[in-house]
């Protein structure tokens, strides 16, 4: 990892408390580094908070690097899918690194994160290894739900990773669930209840915040706003596409989604208003390279100028390369080398993945139901058994 | 368990060299001919028993068996929707975790008055109040049940619960599997259902048939103020998610139940009335036109073994299966829908692993395949009335 070289202009500033408390952040004698976001944050029934946002150098590298990883996996996802390893649907999550690597430089392991079907990455974020995720990928044993998942069923217990979940929107009532669970076992944390553009139109949702609301849960609706719920266009589905907007006497922020700087900023700020005050949206503008899933080229309803102007102006891990250069924490070829140990690592991992042998067949039946707990029970044949109550 | 049903069709595989093979019946069929020859469990053989032989002890009693609440130990006697409530309040004692989510559940008390009185003893945030959003709160309630609550969810209606059908069967049934067994649900989902009292056809439904299918969940059924607090004891301290049909006619049964604490176990039936002739399977509402129906009977001079069988999902295939191992005829008696009705996996149970043991198809009675009429003698031939149990039986003993 490359030290730090010396500081060019910036004043060198004492360390945040908060700095310390971040996973991502080493030794609090480190010097800070001061960023503005690129774009400011709109606030909708609240104020926004400042653009200036608090980071230190490993903290930066520990963001390239955990972007590259995900950006990497998800492409050799894309060639695994494509050679028939990983079937069914299979949604990647390239491009919008950023929200997930932002939301978890903000919180703990103890807040929860619960959102759809893209969920890899979020994974990965939360705690989860390189090898689990291929393998659940690919159906086998040593994937993180035991290959019975899928794709769209990740799950990391805990870490605080609900999952995870296939059905548009149904996960956002989850979250609001999971934050009335912390809020009744009084353990201030908050949950991060992530969904898409596409499903930020489910009346479930609305239901969910509206409860929320009243009963002053500690939740975040986090909508990652990549501007197409698979091929329909925001402005198609939604009569109005601002989305942070939408809970009305909720507050919500926009943020801009390709700054992982600014979603930092967001969670944070997100939190410490969940915890006193009740349920809030932020709103996240980012954008998918990959269609909506690998069955869709994603160039039928957007033109491949589009994505590659974004993939130009916008991309997250970009963006750091070029705060990591300009403030001289490290030179090109070590972030070049950083890649190269990335591309090394998930290939590596892809082929410990595919040693994992295939689920036993018996585990067709196990975890069906929890058995022998809490009560007398058994199998209908009653050969099972009994378990006593306690 | 597919494993056990399997060995078990093997076990059954010996072909009858005497049986004859009948057509399935239908219930609007004339009663047919033909002598069938009855062993009786203890050897003796009996011809058509049509008439004769008033068995003078088996009256048709509601509940007198050591299965269900007991006259010799000074209990107190309650209606079932206060032996859910004490259930219900039992288990909140108990365990902290435990919360209540519904509609008009805290202070209003319940529309039914199951939740009465608990919401000003454990606070708002144990009785919840939900607006109306069923997807929504039963989704809430199901993630809280992931990180470890155990909500109980009260649909006002179980027909409203449809509305939350993606959530109870994607998520509650569900995550405990793809998950692999990372989370658990242990919510109880429960309400009122069933054909009341003209309620119109959207507030009468049965959603037995609808849930059967979701795999991870377990659906019991009470019927009496005994069984409907010992079931919803253990629906709530189960890890798995239960599903509680209550029936909007049973709410005020009275009954005289223990003081002391017990507990029933989910996946088992009930004896209700031993018998020696037919075997009839019934749950919730239809327990109660089956034992009217039983009186008429016994004075007809059949012996019918009545079986309330509770659990709805997974069967009580040892105590239905010695049952029909003893009789030799089964009469399923539902409220549910004809089509695809828990009478049919029931029939389709019973088929499959005690098809030797079966002198007669198996009849089932259940509800007209209809939208329940307003009118309340439509709404009345919806449903199985005793009078149809009756001439089932004898149709079945000829």
Known sequence: MAAVRRLSAVPIRRCHPLLLLRPFSSAGSEPSITVETSVPFTGHKIDPPSRSVETTPSELLSFFREMSLMRRMEIAADSLYKSKLIRGFCHLYDGQEAVAIGLEASITKKDAIITAYRDHCIYLARGGTLVEAFAELMGRRAGCSKGKGGSMHFYKKDSGFFGGHGIVGAQVPLGCGLAFAQKYLKEGTVTFALYGDGAANQGQLFEALNISALWDLPAILVCENNHYGMGTAEWRAAKSPAYYKRGDYVPGLKVDGMDVLAVKQAAKFAKEYALKNGPMILEMDTYRYHGHSMSDPGSTYRTRDEISGVRQERDPIERVRKLILSHELATASELKDIEKEVRKQVDDAIAEAKESPMPDPSELFTNVYVKGFGVESFGADRKEVKAVLP | ?????????????????????????????????????????????????????????????????????????????????????????????????????????????????????????????????????????????????????????????????????????????????????????????????????????????????????????????????????????????????????????????????????????????????????????????????????????????????????????????????????????????????????????????????????????IMCLSSQDVPTPYAGTLEEWTVVQPAQIVAAVEQLCQ
């Open chain 2, 1 to 361: 368990m597919a494993a056990s049903l399997q060995s078990a069709a093997l076990l059954s595989n010996r072909i009858d060299p005497h049986r004859r093979l009948f057509a399935p019946p239908a219930r609007s069929l004339p009663g047919r001919k033909g002598s069938i020859l009855v062993v009786r469990s203890d050897g003796r053989i009996s011809g058509r028993l049509s008439g004769r032989n008033l068995i003078t002890n088996a009256v048709a009693a509601k509940a007198d068996t050591p299965t269900s609440s007991t006259d010799s130990k000074p209990g107190h006697e309650l209606l079932l929707f206060e032996a859910l409530r004490e259930g219900l309040e039992e288990e909140m004692d108990r365990d902290p975790r435990v919360c209540v989510m519904g509609e008009d559940v805290g202070h209003y008390g319940g529309s039914y008055k199951v939740t009465k009185g608990l919401a000003p003893k454990y606070g708002d945030l144990r009785v919840l109040d939900t607006p109306i959003a069923e997807n929504s709160f039963t989704g809430m309630g199901i993630g809280a049940a992931m990180t470890g609550l155990r909500p109980v969810i009260e649909g006002m209606n179980m027909g409203f619960l449809l509305l939350a059908y993606n959530q109870i069967s994607n998520n509650c049934g569900m995550l405990h599997y793809t998950s692999g067994g990372q989370f658990k649900i242990p919510v109880v989902i429960r309400g009122p259902g069933g054909v009341g009292r003209q309620l119109g056809a959207e507030h009468s439904q049965r959603l037995e048939s609808y849930f059967q299918s979701i795999p991870g969940l377990q659906m019991v059924a009470c019927s009496t103020p005994y069984n409907a607090k010992g079931l919803m004891k253990a629906a709530i301290r189960s890890d798995n998610p239960v599903v509680l049909f209550e029936h909007v006619l049973l709410y005020n049964l009275k009954e005289r139940i223990p003081d002391e604490e017990y507990v029933l176990c989910l996946e088992e039936a009930e004896m209700v009335r031993p018998g020696e002739h037919v075997t009839i399977l019934t749950y919730s509402r239809m327990r109660y036109h089956v034992m009217q129906a039983a009186k008429t009977l016994v004075n007809k001079g059949y012996d019918p073994e009545v079986i309330d069988i509770r659990s709805l999902k997974p069967f009580d295939l040892y105590t239905i299966g010695n049952s029909v191992k003893k009789t030799h005829r089964v009469l399923i008696v539902e409220e549910c829908m004809r089509t695809g009705g828990i009478g049919s996996s029931l029939r389709a149970a019973i088929i499959d692993n005690f098809w030797d043991y079966l002198d007669a198809p």
